[in-house]
């Protein structure tokens, strides 16, 4: 009598091995475990600007999935003094930071000195939701 207990017991450590060992228990894909590339892309500057002295141009990548907090820097790029035009740039970035429910944009800046003189026409925005990890930033002149 007592071995019929035992018996199902070891029939379920059994059962339960061959499921692991076969694959068919699967561990679900976090967001955070997914692969991000660097995102990249270029700012058509004029080129009078890059013949101006201190010129810096700064790109942002921010978090902004909770519109009513401030957009979180997650990472920032400053190209001092650019050569040539248009000016390409690669944001990398932390994968952990991003999960696929957020929304995410760059945010651009040209600074002359400690002037900004230059600034993205808008948030553009990137990695989920459909957007891309490659973009061209339009710019609009600060006055």
Avoid: H, W
């Avoid at 909770?66 to 790029?77: D, W």
């Avoid at 690669?90 to 930071?97: A, G, K």
């Avoid at 026409?121 to 061209?136: A, C, H, M, Q, S």
């Amino acid at each position: 009598m007592r071995r019929k207990p035992l018996r199902y017991c070891l029939l379920l450590v059994i059962s339960c091995s061959l499921l692991i060992a076969s694959g068919c228990a699967t561990t679900a894909q976090t967001p955070a475990d997914r692969s991000y590339k660097p995102i990249s892309g270029s700012i058509p500057l004029d080129s009078s600007i890059i013949l101006k002295k201190a010129v810096a141009v700064e790109i942002q990548l921010l978090d902004v999935t909770i519109p009513s907090e401030e957009a979180k820097q997650l990472s920032k790029q400053i190209i001092k003094n650019p050569k040539k035009t248009p000016v390409n740039f690669s944001l990398r970035f932390e994968e952990t930071d991003i999960q696929a429910f957020g929304s995410y944009v760059v945010r651009l800046a040209v600074f002359e000195g400690e002037t900004k003189i230059y600034e993205s026409l808008r948030d553009i925005g990137v990695l989920t939701k459909g957007n891309p990890d490659t973009i061209d930033i339009p710019l609009r002149q600060i006055y």
